[in-house]
């Protein structure tokens, strides 16, 4: 049983009168029958109370790993409280990769799909596109998998932690590649917005670093997928932007090797290191926005109108892009989105005001919203945005009629069970 009882942040303090930390899967399944109300925590990155609950948390921190590598499936299986970072590792290490990963290595495999994390990349679905099947402790205690051959796993894919705790995920993976990221500094917004679509087509994986209260874009990063012998030349300037050579300077500790130099998918496709610590340390807030990608531009521009009202309380905004998919509860679902994130100071009431308007400025693009990151919208608004809510809660009452892993976070978005 563990004793802290807030998120990463610290700025949310949990409900839950335990965590416990179960060893194996037999034990995960003894507690999950016997104790009334469980939800699973995993690294506890979420700043939302999605994870919360007025019973026990679940944390599969102390269950070992137990990587399985199918070279004939092409898929490898991880017990769920893994993080994306100890995969990788054993992936690389044995020539294999996944298609993208999140910014933080540090986060569990199952935490973060469930909560729709992403990569970026115009082609690149969120990583719970990757999921081939999950083995799920439902409410009795059962041990369940749901594969591709269930028309039940574009729902559990992105499951919010509402039909069970997630032993077990098993990812699509492919033979390993290189990357190399180039960075350039300092392109102007008008540039940046006129050529958007060249931009965020430019490279496997792109990222935007921005102020919108600021003349350019900090930062443009350019993932580069690189095929055997592929070193291309770079270009002194792109974009407007001035490339960027932190050879020479001291480079945050934190961060992954940025200076044009090709290596592993492993140690390029995710911002920060595994043995540093992520994004600011948890010295901040976050929200994310999710929007059509034909309406990039125009929620760009408008969210730059609010530029002197979000600087003050503003990190940095990353700006990304996914492909459409087919899960039911991912932002994604159905359209190719730009995705607008804002890492902010720690100010929670001056964020917590800002919100509604940031949310009312993109309204015209029906935005939709990062499950494990702050938002306001109202549950109608996001049955309005999400089109499989009904089919979602229809099918978690199949699962959990007694209704063990409901929480209030689920109750005030999705509507009481």
């Not at 190399?180 to 965020?200: G, H, K, S």
């Not at 595994?274 to 994310?288: A, C, I, K, M, Y």
């Amino acid at each position: 049983m563990l004793t802290n009882q807030t998120n990463w942040a610290g700025n949310l303090t949990y409900n839950a009168k335990a965590i416990m930390q179960p060893t194996n899967v037999d034990e995960l399944q003894e507690l999950v029958a016997r104790l009334p109300r469980v939800r699973a925590l995993g690294t506890r990155h979420s700043f939302t109370d999605i994870a919360d609950t007025p019973g026990t948390l679940m944390s599969l921190a102390n269950m070992p790993p137990n990587i399985h590598i199918d070279t004939t499936a092409m898929t490898a299986s991880v017990t769920g409280g893994t993080s994306y970072g100890l995969l990788m590792s054993e992936l690389q290490s044995n020539g294999f990769a996944l298609h993208n990963t999140g910014s933080l290595p540090h986060i569990s495999v199952a935490g973060a799909t469930a909560t729709a994390t992403h990569g970026s990349g115009d082609g690149n679905g969120i990583l719970s596109t990757a999921i081939a099947a999950l083995d799920v402790v439902t409410a009795d205690g059962s041990l369940v998998t749901v594969d591709r051959a269930s028309d039940h796993l574009p729902a559990l894919a992105v499951g919010l932690g509402a039909f069970g705790v997630i032993a077990r995920v098993t990812l699509d993976i492919e033979p390993t590649y290189r990357v190399r990221q180039d960075v350039y500094r300092f392109a102007p917004w008008e540039t940046v917005l006129e050529q958007l679509d060249d931009i965020m087509a430019s490279a496997y994986s792109v990222s935007l670093l921005a102020d919108f209260g600021s003349p350019t874009v900090a930062q443009i990063w350019l993932k580069t997928r690189l095929g055997v012998g592929d070193d291309p030349e770079v270009a002194p300037t792109l974009f407007g932007g001035i490339w960027y050579d932190d050879s020479d300077e001291l480079a945050p500790q934190n961060v992954n090797q940025r200076a044009s130099i090709p290596g592993p998918w492993s140690e390029r496709m995710p911002h920060f290191r595994l043995d540093g610590e992520p994004s600011n340390g948890g010295d901040e807030l976050q929200s994310e926005y999710y929007v059509r990608r034909e309406h990039g531009v125009q929620a760009l521009e408008a969210l730059r109108g609010l530029g002197a009202q979000i600087s003050p309380h503003l990190l940095i905004s990353e700006i990304r892009t996914a492909a459409a998919d087919s899960l039911w509860m991912s932002p994604a679902y159905g359209q190719d989105v730009l995705c607008i994130g804002f890492t902010w100071a720690k100010h929670p009431a001056e964020v917590t005001a800002l919100l509604p308007e940031i949310e009312a400025t993109l309204a015209p693009f029906a935005p939709r919203q990062h499950w494990g990151k702050l938002f306001s919208f109202s549950r109608d608004i996001i049955a309005e945005r999400f089109p499989r809510v009904a089919d979602f809660t229809e099918l978690r009452d199949q699962y959990d009629p007694q209704r063990k892993f409901w929480n209030p976070f689920l109750e005030r978005t999705l509507g009481a069970p």
